[in-house]
């Protein structure tokens, strides 16, 4: 006598793979549904518009000589004015973009001290690259680097570095 089909191996392998198929496709959308894409712009026109007002001010920049070192000791990051026309005890503004993670960037003001040196604690030390950008309080000029962070030596923000 034959054994009852539940016991056989080909229906059980004939049923697994649609099976798997169904478990695979619904974990996929759980994982696409967590984390969003979020590289591409909604208002992608909008900012490509603004890209041309952007570059006026890393000429401004240029115009007025301005260069910055950025160095980053642990958890403190520093910024000091090497030439350019800074007024004194101007606030910067500080942008810090990471490339692929939208929920690690993070946008300060800084003040300078009685040196002149603009000074940022961070809560956390920063690693890998980032794209750091320094723009005047009255947003005349600005300067942008792409860094590798941490580094040894001080990195020079210069308008060139677009």
């Known amino acids: 006598?034959?054994?009852?089909?539940?016991?056989?191996?080909?229906?059980?392998?004939?049923?697994?793979?649609?099976?798997?198929?169904?478990?695979?496709?619904?974990?996929?959308?759980?994982?696409?549904?967590?984390?969003?894409?979020?590289?591409?712009?909604?208002?992608?026109?909008?900012?490509?518009?603004?890209?041309?007002?952007?570059?006026?001010?890393?000429?401004?920049?240029?115009?007025?000589?301005?260069?910055?070192?950025?160095?980053?000791?642990?958890?403190?990051?520093?910024?000091k004015p090497l030439s350019g026309d800074i007024p004194a005890g101007q606030a910067l503004y500080l942008s810090l973009f990471h490339p692929t993670l939208a929920g690690m960037d993070s946008e300060h003001m800084v003040t300078a001290d009685g040196n002149g040196v603009y000074r940022l604690l961070l809560d956390k030390p920063l690693t890998g690259k980032w794209h750091v950008r320094v723009d005047a309080f009255n947003h005349e000029w600005r300067l942008q680097e792409t860094v590798q962070l941490p580094t040894k030596a001080p990195v020079e923000l210069d308008p060139k570095g677009r």
């Open 1 to 79: 006598m034959s054994q009852p089909w539940y016991r056989q191996f080909w229906p059980w392998f004939i049923i697994a793979l649609p099976t798997a198929a169904v478990i695979g496709s619904i974990s996929t959308a759980i994982i696409a549904s967590k984390d969003g894409v979020n590289l591409v712009a909604e208002d992608y026109y909008k900012q490509g518009k603004e890209i041309n007002q952007d570059l006026s001010k890393f000429d401004r920049s240029e115009a007025l000589n301005i260069h910055i070192a950025l160095e980053v000791n642990g958890n403190e990051l520093t910024l």
